[in-house]
Structures are given as C-alpha cells and as structure tokens.
C-alpha cells in the first residue's frame, strides 16, 4: 500500500495535509475545505509532474528506481491523471479567496522556479547543492500558505522553519540512500556533491536535539514534540536502511513525516 502511493506520488500531498491540519489546529485557524483541497490537488500535480518528468530524462539504457519504471510505463495514464487532478485544483482555486490566492501564488512562483532550474539547468545544483534543502523549505511554505494570512503569533515562524528543516533532511537522506543510481543517470544531489553520508545519524539527532531545544524559542511542543519523532524514527530507519529495498525504504521515509496523525486523531 505504501509502496503504492509512493507510485503515484499520493504520499506528499497526505503529508502535506496532515501537517496542515496541525498547524491549523496548534495556531487555531479555521481552513476551509476547499483550502484543503487546493492544497492537497496542488500537492499532487506538483509532484505528478516532476515524476513524470525525471522518469523521461532517464536515458535508455540507464539503470531506474521502480518509481521511474512505473512513471514510465503508465506515461499516458500519468498525463491523464495529472490533466485532471490540474482541472480540479484550478476549479478549487478559483474558490479560495485574495488573501490566500496572493500567499498562493508567491509560493507558486517560487515552486515554478524551482521546477524550471531542476529540468532545464540542472547543472546549477552542480554549483550550489542545495537541491534538497529548497524542496524541504518549499514543501513547508506550501503546506502552510493558507494559514499565512491570518496567523500572528510569534512561535508561527520558528514553527514553520523547524518542519522545512525536517522536510529538507528527510530529502537529504533518501539522496544519501539513492546516491548510487543519481551517480549513474548524472544527476547531482546534495549526496553526490558533499560527504553528507558519513554525517547522517548525527544530522537526525541533531535535528530531534533542536526540535526539543526549539520549545524554548517559542515552538509550540504540539509542533516540536512531531518534528522530534520523525526525525528519530527516520535515523531508525537510516541504521537498517541497507536491508530495506530501495521503494520501500523511501515510502517508509515519507511514513515517518506522518506522526502528526497520532496527535491529530487522539486529541
């Protein structure tokens, strides 16, 4: 099942979700269900896309992770699906109201960007690798754009960098997990330009440390106490990581993003 969703990249956008709904309800905002949805349809397009994308950059011949395969397999069925789930979001946007449409498309832009450079001057992560940590902020600015216009609070800010901090790691270490197949379709990733591997368990801890520490600065613990789960299931995962085959290991690494879930469904 997970293996699947990964597939058809349904897990970021239930990510997404789930950590929207957290902050919405640590920050006690109201989201509209139409908010949601946009979210959860943006979400998914944004990620059909690049999939079907980096599956047809592969040259023949090149070795593939099962997620490029089978996005290359199902070519057609994925650009019919990504047409429809594209009508759908428009058709939610077009309900949402100004404020949440600015904040939106700023991220849109950004996000828009971010896509451009990756597939047509991919040679910039060569320069600067910084590929994973830009996803990890722009998953974290999506995911809680429509919160921006009506939160005030202070512990807002420090609240938000602290997830894209851990959607950027969860990033960086499936390249770690990954960096043999992008050495060989020459594709450059944080993993393939630095040392990461050898600083993993300790990045994780790290992150788990300052999750915890992050209280103090005004971190609400219901937003710090989830952020310090993943980041150590994900080290548990990354110690047996090896025994674990490749698809599998990296839905199991979207899992992890979902502990919010526990909080949401037991409060």
């Not at 801890?205 to 993943?230: E, H, K, M, Q, R």
Request: glycine content about 6%; hydrophobic content about 60%; some cysteine.
């Amino acid at each position: 099942m997970l293996r699947a969703a990964s597939f058809v990249c349904l897990d970021a956008p239930f990510v997404a979700l789930t950590w929207q709904a957290l902050f919405a309800h640590v920050f006690a905002t109201p989201l509209s269900a139409v908010a949601r949805a946009a979210l959860f349809f943006t979400t998914w397009g944004i990620y059909l896309l690049d999939r079907l994308a980096d599956a047809a950059s592969v040259r023949p011949g090149m070795p593939m992770s099962g997620r490029q395969r089978f996005a290359r397999a199902h070519r057609r069925l994925g650009i019919a699906v990504l047409a429809l789930v594209a009508a759908i979001d428009l058709a939610m946007i077009a309900r949402l109201s100004v404020a949440l449409l600015v904040a939106g498309a700023a991220v849109g832009v950004v996000c828009a960007t971010y896509l451009t450079v990756n597939r047509r001057v991919d040679r910039t992560w060569r320069w600067i690798p910084m590929k994973e940590l830009c996803i990890g902020g722009l998953f974290a600015l999506g995911t809680v754009a429509a919160l921006v216009p009506s939160i005030r609070t202070a512990g807002f800010v420090p609240s938000v960098a602290l997830f894209g901090a851990l959607c950027a790691t969860n990033c960086a270490v499936i390249a770690v997990w990954e960096r043999g197949l992008d050495l060989q379709q020459g594709k450059p990733s944080l993993a393939t330009q630095t040392q990461l591997a050898r600083h993993v368990p300790w990045i994780l801890i790290g992150l788990a440390a300052s999750a915890c520490a992050s209280i103090w600065t005004g971190v609400p613990l219901a937003i710090a106490a989830p952020v310090a789960i993943s980041a150590l299931a994900l080290a548990a995962l990354h110690a047996v990581h090896r025994s674990v085959p490749p698809d599998e290991r990296t839905a199991l690494a979207d899992l992890v993003l979902l502990v919010p879930l526990l909080e949401l469904v037991l409060r």
